[in-house]
């Protein structure tokens, strides 16, 4: 017997205007007013090299002359043409977070179409009523697209990578729009959708390499095998899928080839990347994986665990066999890489958001109450202590809050902004309104178990983007920094007479310090540069080693600083002795 009952009442659709302003308020605090952060300024560096420099850049990716060809272009392409199309009105780096938006915009809609299909079909409808009453398919179908996406943005892994430049995150979205193609193609296996399932793979390989799409391949095989779908003509499409994929991928890999950029070919190092991508799982990654997981995919994983039980009883649904398959392949290739970054956990979010989504609807009434209320308590308290911090740090009352406040941003002046407190007011009036629906209409419809979660999660992610965003901006910006070093330098120094910077600074500084104080470093060309910058600890006692491998022989810095938040790191400026 089907675990789902549901009256027609229960799914109404969430009116797409409030759909989209949720996901507009979710997206663009953390966007606009914020500065280059060393978590995703390495990337904006490539996308600003990019949009600034020729054909060399576009073919092989650097950070000012900083080779990163390791991932693939993809990303970074869409990041540099939104530079060159929005730069000159909305400036570099907002600009090249449109792309940002757009990726955000596109997995959204991939997962609500991908949870709206597997929806309408008949093994995912709810048990029919005694005397009527039941959902349509449409509508269950739409209802279940909302909860998908409404669960997708009140998982903290997505809150956290989403607003960076990064090309995980891209990788997350086309992912989403993967599993919706790979539902269109269960559906109907013909040509057409094995070309657009192709096309998917090879926008993910071009974005961060093949590992992935190939363990997606597999994961999609297995599926149809398991669905009984026909054996020849499954292998004849993913063939079919697989040569547009890697037709696709030649669009890079054939100009970088033929033309050298540099002198050089970036597919080298994008080869071996992918090869140091896999490895034997280990108990490492294992602590790894449910170290990260646990609170990446929260609260996605408990409502998904709940759907493969809930359904257990059932044989061959797509709307649970497809989502099982995409995220134990993805998981199992987490746990062969030795080294995982939280980004890589963006790509099992949606199949799990998706899962998730059909598990809502077998949960008890009286589960779905306490998730209620559990997210009306935590949350308004976490909101209520984000205020009170801002005004202890303004007033400096309560006096430990006030301190607790600075002592990580020392000699910043907090100053009152008047759009900054109007944005983070209306979204604290708007929760409180949304509470107020939940708790005096007590509506029976299916998504209200997720979004005061999600609210409520975005009321703090606006609270912090706004009444904290200069903190944050002062304590994670090197733009004082570059400005200093740039007045320092000869206002005629250029890499190409000379006057360019060796330097052993991350590439995310590099794209900092490149863009604020437009500082010529030394470009993928080479040659011989005038000026060191060197970073290393106020700690460290001998450096000879470090000075005498670039080249510096005076000891005499031309200047030497930090940023103000920062008690341990350290930069100086030499000249280099002739």
């Known amino acids: 017997m089907k675990p789902v009952r549901l009256p027609a009442a229960a799914t109404l659709a969430l009116p797409r ?47 000012a002359g900083l080779a990163s060809a390791e991932e693939g272009p993809l990303a970074f392409w869409l990041g540099a ?10 400036g570099d780096v907002l600009a090249a977070r449109v792309s940002t938006i757009g990726i955000f915009v596109t997995g959204a809609m991939s ?57 995980p995150t891209l990788q997350g979205a086309l992912l989403a729009y993967f599993l919706y193609r790979a539902v269109r193609y269960v559906e109907h296996t013909s040509i057409r959708n094995a070309v657009l399932v192709g096309l998917s793979l090879g926008a993910l390989t071009l974005t961060r390499g093949f590992l992935a799409p190939l363990a997606l391949v597999v994961a999609l095989f297995a599926c149809t095998r398991y669905l009984k779908l026909p054996v020849a003509a499954t292998l004849r499409h993913l063939a079919i899928a697989l040569a547009v994929a890697f037709g696709l991928t030649l669009v890079w890999i054939l100009p970088a080839l033929l033309a050298q950029p540099y002198g050089m070919s970036p597919v080298g190092d994008w080869l071996a990347w992918n090869g140091e991508q896999l490895g034997l799982p280990s108990l490492v990654s294992l602590k790894a994986f449910f170290r990260i997981g646990i609170w990446f995919f929260w609260p996605a994983w408990p409502f998904a665990l709940w759907a493969v039980w809930a359904w257990r009883r059932q044989r061959k649904l797509l709307h649970i066999v497809l989502p099982v398959f995409f995220f134990a392949t993805l ?11 939280n980004g890589d956990f963006l790509k099992m979010l949606p199949p799990l958001a998706l899962m998730a989504a059909f598990g809502l609807p077998t949960m008890k009434r009286g589960a779905i109450n306490a998730i209620d209320w559990f997210s009306v308590m935590v949350l308004t308290i976490l909101g209520a202590i984000v205020w009170l911090f801002w005004i202890a740090k303004l007033t400096g009352w309560p006096a430990q809050l006030a301190k607790n406040a600075l002592k990580l941003v020392p000699g910043f002046k907090p100053e009152v902004g008047i759009v900054a407190f109007v944005v983070a007011a209306a979204a604290s009036i708007g929760w409180i309104m949304l509470v107020q629906w939940r708790l005096s209409r007590q509506p029976s419809v299916l998504w209200r178990a997720v979004v005061l979660s999600s609210g409520g999660l975005i009321l703090l992610w606006v609270l912090l983007m706004t009444l904290f965003l200069p903190d944050l901006n002062y304590s994670k910006s090197y733009a004082g920094v570059a400005q200093q070093i740039a007045a320092r330098l000869p206002a005629d120094s250029s890499a190409a007479g000379g006057g360019c910077i060796d330097t052993n600074i991350t590439p995310a500084q590099r794209a900092s310090l490149a863009y604020y104080g437009r500082l010529p470093f030394k470009t993928l060309a080479g040659g011989e540069c005038d000026y060191v910058l060197l970073r290393d600890s106020v700690k460290t006692r001998d450096d000879r080693e470090m000075m005498r491998k670039y080249g510096v022989r005076n000891p005499a810095a031309l200047w030497e600083g930090r940023r103000a938040s920062d008690r341990d790191e350290r930069f100086r400026l030499f000249r280099r002795d002739r």
């Open 331 to 341: 998981a199992a290739l987490q746990l062969c890489d030795p080294a995982p970054e």
């Open 81 to 90: 043409l939104c530079i060159k199309l929005f730069g000159w009105i909305l």
């Open 111 to 167: 997962l609500w179409y991908t949870a709206f299909h597997l929806g309408r079909r008949a093994e995912a409808q709810p048990l029919r009523l005694a005397f009527g009453g039941q959902p349509e398919p449409d509508d269950y179908g739409r209802t279940l697209g909302d909860t998908a996406v409404l669960i997708y943005l009140g998982c903290l892994g997505l809150l956290l990578q989403s607003h960076l430049t990064l090309a």
């Open 17 to 63: 205007w409030a759909l989209l302003a949720l996901g507009m308020l979710y997206i663009l605090p953390g966007l606009i007013g914020r500065d280059l952060w060393k978590e995703d300024a390495g990337s904006f560096g490539i996308m600003w090299t990019m949009a600034r420099g020729g054909l060399d850049d576009w073919l092989y990716p650097n950070v």
